[in-house]
């Protein structure tokens, strides 16, 4: 039987795995570094509940995640979040998000006006990318070339800028939009205005206003990945943990190619293909002596660190109500706080009329100052951020708190990042067929883009191996 190594065991990998168990006509391994398996998708009990340490939400726009739910008999489970409303902490006060705004871009400008959140010369400004003429968007800008010349800078600033730091920490004058904001690419890909764009993509997509962007786990995230892992082993994979991959050779002693992936503390392990489900700048480490160029280029690609601190705190000491799913604060506030987000009021399954679960994020691309902090003294700052923001009682003692860091977690895609992964995965199928990579650094971060890249690359892994498609 055709062998194939998945290294990583993130969801990327263990899709992939997954994937390619499906005929049972594989032998799989999957080797993952860490004790257990997930990687950035991580669910521990908390205050007596299944609180998420990082991702506790799925874009339900792209189906894969729902679709591989489905599989998995967890469709069922799926929730939604229990409001859609979010507010930004702008000039001293939280302020509610207008409706109907995509990526943070309006497309209501009389809920924009009431929002309070841009004055009314940048409604005006946002207002005049209607009439401004321009071409049809091709090839690749920043957001924040797009957003500033077509809205103006106050809604990039205030509104898209924010929104997409929530995602991925990253500087969105710096974030390619076909890679990281593919809506707006496809927005003004037939005519010039955003706004018109995505209307029309919004009408297409959610006529009704009922239609979820998200959905959820009661019992969190790591429901998907543990799931995955009980099915593979299943299917017969072998999965490894506390194995780090530290290279993948090739043997051209063979008449088909075949890879050694060197493991630290083992033997090396054979294979007919490999899958290397990693973040990027460990993917350059293991292609350093078989796809140099590739692994040069890869190991550039810039990450975010970013820590999230999990508090709960008595409800009667927030002097504000929790009507929302949480809010965002913009780089220019200065705060160390980057957000927060009101778990047990986003999600059902977490609410508690005694105690309330905040889910406070720090770290942005450019600032390390959370990372630098010990947890004491991180959660000490945060506690006076949240006092600051949401009338947080400054003398509250947290029921339970929970650190978790998340070094070099969030890839950041400069313009041309997509032109430059189809030229790697071209430059891998000459240098090493059979070997192929995926992961958040390479088509996106989001959980069902990891999903969809993940199908892909079995499929690829398949081709080489002439095995039927999945
Ligand atoms: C704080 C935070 C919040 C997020 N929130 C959301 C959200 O709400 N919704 C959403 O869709 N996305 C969210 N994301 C993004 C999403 O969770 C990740 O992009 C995605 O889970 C990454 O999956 P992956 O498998 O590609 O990579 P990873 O999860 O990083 O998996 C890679 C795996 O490879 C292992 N590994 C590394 N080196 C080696 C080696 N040498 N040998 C063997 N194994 C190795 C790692 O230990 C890890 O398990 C969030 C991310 C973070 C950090």
């Known amino acids: 039987m055709a062998s194939v190594v998945i290294v990583g065991g993130g969801i990327s990998g263990l899709t992939a795995a997954f994937e390619l168990a499906r005929h049972g006509d594989v032998e799989i391994t999957v080797l993952e570094a860490d004790s257990r398996l997930g990687g ?39 929730v939604t979040p229990a409001t859609s409303r979010a507010f930004v902490y702008c000039d001293g006060a939280l302020r509610a998000f207008p409706e109907r705004t995509v990526l943070g871009v309006p497309t209501d400008l009389e809920a924009l006006a009431a929002s309070g959140l841009v004055s009314e010369e940048g409604v005006a400004r946002a ?32 509104l898209v800028a924010p929104l997409l730091s929530g995602v991925n920490a990253g500087d969105a004058d710096e974030l390619s939009v076909a890679a990281g904001a593919p809506q707006l690419a496809e927005a003004v890909r037939e005519q010039p205005s955003l706004i018109a764009g995505l209307r029309e993509q919004l009408a297409r997509t959610r006529p009704d206003p009922g239609t979820p962007v998200f959905y959820g786990l009661p019992t969190g995230t790591q429901t998907l990945t543990d799931a995955l892992a009980h099915e593979l082993g299943r299917r017969g994979a072998r ?118 679960v905040l889910r406070a994020s720090a770290g942005r691309f450019d600032d390390r100052r959370a990372l630098e902090l010990d947890d004491a003294d991180l959660v000490e700052a945060l506690l006076a951020d949240l006092a600051t923001t949401m009338a947080l009682d400054p003398s509250v003692s947290p029921v339970a708190t929970r650190v978790s860091r998340w070094p070099r977690s969030l890839p950041q895609f400069r313009p041309g990042h997509l032109e430059r992964v189809s030229r790697w995965r071209a430059e891998l199928d000459t240098e090493c067929a059979g070997l192929t990579a995926l992961g958040a650094g390479w088509d996106g971060l989001g959980i069902p883009a990891c999903i969809r890249q993940a199908r892909a690359a079995a499929e690829r892994a398949r081709r080489h191996l002439a095995l039927p498609s999945s």
């Open 239 to 356: 999965i490894v943990t506390g194995a780090r991959a530290t290279a993948v050779d090739r043997h051209r002693a063979h008449a088909t190619s075949r890879f050694a992936v060197r493991v630290a503390s083992a033997d090396p392990i054979e294979a007919d293909a490999v899958v290397l489900a990693t973040p990027d700048f460990v993917t350059a480490e293991l292609l350093g002596s078989i796809a140099p160029g590739v692994a040069a280029e890869l190991g550039e690609v810039p990450y975010s660190s970013v820590v999230m601190v999990t508090l709960a705190v008595p409800r009667a000491a927030i002097g504000r109500p929790l009507d929302g799913s949480g809010f965002l604060v913009p780089r220019a506030e200065g705060l160390l706080l980057t957000g927060c987000s009101w778990a047990s009021s986003k999600w059902a399954h977490l609410d508690d009329p005694e105690v309330a």
């Open 127 to 158: 207002a005049e990318d209607l009439t401004m003429p321009g071409e049809p968007w091709r090839g690749d800008e920043s957001v924040g070339a797009l957003v500033r010349r077509r809205l103006g800078d106050e809604v990039f600033e205030r």
């Open 40 to 78: 950035k998708i991580w669910t521990t009990p908390f205050a007596g509940r299944a609180v998420d340490c990082a991702a506790d939400a799925f874009l339900a726009r792209v189906p894969e995640a729902i679709e591989l739910c489905g599989e998995l008999g967890l469709r069922e489970h799926l």
